[in-house]
């Protein structure tokens, strides 16, 4: 279990915030935090690694003490060793992918594991390239697996697919479940897409200042997500216009643009830029090959 | 044609630079990397010598390092150590007054990486040494060559400092620069010009290398 | 979306695929066919309780009360108020499962003689009605 009580100070682009945090983590867990920017997401990661002192608080993770402003036991990010996936890679420019991978092998520890994260990763053809050479998601792929060498217990994604296609994203969504599952760790991760976190997430926390001010298992946490629906996608709305009686909601999904019927009542609940959940029975949909 | 003071003036930007090189790095480093109120006096102590006259910064290592005064005697008594017209004073001086043109490349190249690098390597459980050693630094060969190239050329045309605390001793510490303006006060044209000539080719071939690599040039016959 | 409580009193499960009953809280029944089962979705168990939700543009409106017609679920109500557009209209109707709203052609409403006050059955097909949690 990791459990956090933290405050800090952060200067934000907002002003001043006083980031004031309690959570805990059960092991072996998939927990994403969630909320705007600025709500103090990166910095919880950061500290939790040790890359940013907190101000005052506590970090245990099972029976181990992290940080004790108390009793003035802060270890350091080389003694926590959690796998970090940094939200631009921090894939090293010098090494090839097998170097990155091979960089993170703690002393004496058995090279199988480069060979089995390699082929694990489908990274196998590129493992002689350099960073600048690969794809956006051929990187995250070997941030992913490099932060996995030293067989962390805690894996923390910062926005990793961010910066990804939709396809790509999807594909990399399974291959972290995979990853979750296959070295049972503990995952934090950091998104803001809904569709996402209800796909890959036990449970969520949502920040707002510095504080957490919801949390439930990512299946509740969204409200409509669990219907029996099978045909559901999240998207946000772009366009509510009004025709005859009725609403036409436009809403974006992944790279498409979806047009949905709504009831005025439902209308006036949305608004543009709302995250919203679209739902059909999977008996409505025809379906033709292309 | 005297051939000394071209090959001493090689010798000195060549220890000076490699001085330089060693203890820059660190300097670099935590500059780069410190939240420490005192970062900015540290800076500008390392940037003065961009800003100084050279005769002042020789001046007072003159008067510091004379034999007559407290340190200088303190160090010539007890480590037999002579800093005035000697060679080894002249390295000394050069390294303070060329100290900028290493220490500013350097750091500002380790500034231009993401941070997310060094902060990657800490959690994989790499020390700070380790990181510095085989992620920072060759990720910032460009900054590094820089450096190097420009505390040499610096460290060739060095003139004011080298005069006040070295003088003008024949193969100790007369250098190329104080042969040329010897030259001049002799009358002796001739001899000036080759001197002149042999450091305005070299600087020139050093430099325009550095412009060749840095640009990408190099890489890009290479591929 | 009309939304409506109940709680499930039938399972008919087949393969992948079940015909859940639901009893809803006005005493009416209501059918509805998801691609889960028991074993797939926990939720499914006699007696839990579940919303019913069905889209306004999927309700049937009949003024006759028995029609030979395979719609499943049939309730009677009573059309409260109307809102006639140039292609669609919207029915507000009383029932007993509390105030549905129907979405349908103006050009039915038209040729049905729909009007405020009539009383007619809402039909939805069981692949229409969607079980939340």
């Known amino acids: 279990m990791i459990s ?13 915030m006083v980031l004031d945090l309690k959570l805990t983590i059960e092991k072996g867990q998939f927990v994403t935090l969630f909320g705007e920017s600025g709500a103090g997401k990166t910095s919880t990661l950061r500290m939790l690694s040790g890359l940013l002192k907190p101000d005052s608080g506590l970090i245990e993770v099972g029976e181990t003490t992290w940080f004790n402003s108390d009793e003035n036991i802060d270890l350091k990010p080389q003694q926590r060793k959690v796998g970090y996936v940094f939200q631009d890679y921090a894939l090293f420019p010098n090494m090839s992918v097998r170097q990155n991978l091979e960089y ?27 960073p600048e050479t690969l794809s956006g998601g051929q990187k995250q792929r070997v941030a992913l697996a490099r932060a996995l060498v030293q067989r962390p217990e805690i894996l923390i994604l910062d926005e990793p697919l961010s910066a990804l296609d939709l396809k790509m994203r999807i594909k990399l969504q399974e291959y972290l479940l995979q990853v979750h599952r296959k070295y049972k760790l503990t995952t934090i991760l950091v998104s803001h897409d809904i569709g996402e976190i209800v796909k890959l997430s036990d449970k969520v926390f949502e920040l707002h200042k510095g504080r957490v001010i919801k949390k439930g298992a990512a299946a509740d946490f969204f409200g409509l997500n669990k219907t029996s629906a099978k045909f559901r996608f999240s998207g946000e709305v772009l366009k509510i ?48 090959k292309l | 044609m005297d051939w000394q003071p071209l090959a001493l003036t090689f010798k000195l930007a060549l220890v000076t630079t490699a001085i330089l090189f060693v203890i820059s790095i660190p300097i670099a480093s935590w500059l780069s990397s410190t939240k420490s109120k005192l970062r900015p006096v540290l800076e500008t102590l390392v940037s003065m010598p961009l800003v100084l006259p050279p005769t002042v910064l020789g001046f007072y290592m003159l008067v510091a390092f004379s034999p007559e005064n407290a340190f200088g005697g303190w160090l010539n008594e007890w480590l037999g150590i002579k800093l005035i017209f000697s060679f080894g004073g002249l390295v000394l001086a050069s390294v303070i007054y060329s100290l900028p043109f290493m220490v500013q490349p350097i750091q500002a190249g380790l500034s231009s990486l993401p941070p997310t690098l060094k902060e990657a390597s800490y959690t994989m459980g790499k020390s700070k040494m380790k990181t510095l050693l085989k992620i920072l630094l060759p990720n910032i060969r460009p900054s590094l060559l820089t450096g190097i190239v420009l505390s040499f050329a610096h460290t060739v045309g060095e003139f004011g400092v080298v005069l006040m605390i070295g003088g003008n001793m024949p193969g100790r510490t007369k ?17 000036a010009n080759n001197y002149s000539l042999i450091l305005f080719f070299i600087t020139f071939i050093i430099l325009l290398l550095v412009y060749l690599i840095n640009g990408g040039y190099f890489k890009r016959f290479a591929q | 979306m009309n939304s409506f409580p109940g709680h499930i009193t039938d399972i008919n499960t087949n393969g992948a695929m079940s015909i859940v009953g639901v009893e809803m809280d006005g005493g009416e029944k209501l059918m509805s066919i998801v691609i889960d089962t028991p074993e797939s979705a926990p939720y499914l168990k006699m007696g839990n309780k579940v919303n019913v939700l069905f889209k306004e543009l999927e309700v049937a409106v009949s003024t006759q009360t028995e ?8 309730i009677a109500g009573k059309i409260t108020n109307m809102e ?31 009007g405020k006050g009539m009383n007619v059955m809402i039909m939805v097909k069981l692949n229409e009605i969607i079980l939340a949690p």
């Open chain 3, 84 to 114: 006639m557009g140039v292609l669609l209209s919207r029915l507000t109707l009383e029932t007993s499962l509390g105030v549905v709203i129907a979405i349908i052609s103006s050009m039915s409403v038209g040729k049905m003689g729909l």
């Open chain 1, 4 to 16: 956090l009580n933290l405050k800090k100070k952060l200067k934000s682009a907002g002003g001043q």
């Open chain 1, 104 to 130: 993170a092998l703690h002393k004496g520890q058995d090279k199988a594991i480069i060979g089995e994260l390699l082929q694990f990763a489908e990274l196998n053809e590129l493992e002689q390239r350099k």
């Open chain 1, 241 to 288: 216009q009004k025709e005859d009686v009725i609403y036409i909601v436009s809403v974006l999904i992944g790279n498409d643009i979806v047009r949905v019927v709504s009831d005025p009542i439902e209308a006036a609940q949305l608004k543009v830029g709302d995250q919203v959940l679209v739902a059909s029975k999977a008996f409505n949909p025809i379906i033709q």
């Open chain 3, 67 to 74: 029609l030979d017609i395979s719609i499943e679920n049939r």
């Open chain 2, 175 to 191: 250098v190329a620069s104080i042969a040329i303006y010897d030259e001049v006060e002799a009358l002796n044209y001739t001899a």
